[in-house]
Each structure stands twice: as C-alpha cells, then as structure tokens.
Nanobody
C-alpha cells in the first residue's frame, strides 16, 4: 500500500516562510510526478506546484517567485519551500503523487491527508 505522509504546516505571519515535506512509502515501481495542491474554505482544490521525475516544475501563477518545489528521489520526498507568505495562501495543502505501485503497470493518483497552513497576523 502506497502512502503519502506530509509535515510542516502551521501558523505563520504574513511575509514569513514555511517548508512542507511529503514522503511516499510502500512498494513502488516508479514515481512519475509529485506535487502540492491546496484548498481554501469555500474554494475548489487547485494545483500549487508539481515536479516530474526529471525535475520539470510547474507553478500556479499566484505563487511564482515565492514558492519552490524540489524533490529528493533517494528519499521519495518532495518539498515545498514557501516564502513571502500571504493571507490568501491560507489553505489545507495536500501532497499528490502519480505513482506506479509494485502491483500495477500504470500510475495511480495518491493523496496525503493534508496539512493546514494559516497565514495571519
């Protein structure tokens, strides 16, 4: 069973920084891509940042220049460094992985449990 476990959320003042981590565990053949999504109250879940196995990254426009996604393939871990945080970044952040488990031949979508990020003074 593949699992994604997140850590690093919390309360921070506007302009502050946080780093989120997400580690994939279980029997896996290949991790094609990992990323972060967020969902604020009353809003739809949106993609924040994602990174492929080859290191290609994509960001939602609102976080470009402030957030950086990276991954450590040796640890099956993806990070989201969030700087210059704004109140509008407040949301539950979910880790996502496109992962082929050892029992399959194609990738499935896996999600973490979510971690709360609150930006407030």
């Amino acid at each position: 069973q593949v699992q994604l476990v997140e850590s690093g959320g919390g309360l921070v003042q506007p302009g502050g920084s946080l780093r989120l981590s997400c580690t994939a565990s279980g029997s896996m053949l290949f991790i094609a891509a990992m990323g972060w999504y967020r969902q604020a109250p009353g809003k739809q879940r949106e993609m924040v940042a994602k990174i492929t196995s080859g290191g290609t990254t994509n960001y939602v426009e609102s976080v470009k220049g402030r957030f950086t996604i990276s991954r450590d393939n040796t640890k099956n871990t993806v990070y989201l460094q969030m700087n210059s945080l704004k109140p509008e970044d407040t949301a539950i952040y979910y880790c996502h992985g496109a992962i082929t488990p050892s029992t399959a031949w194609s990738p499935y979508d896996y999600w973490g449990q979510g971690t709360q990020v609150t930006v407030s003074s």
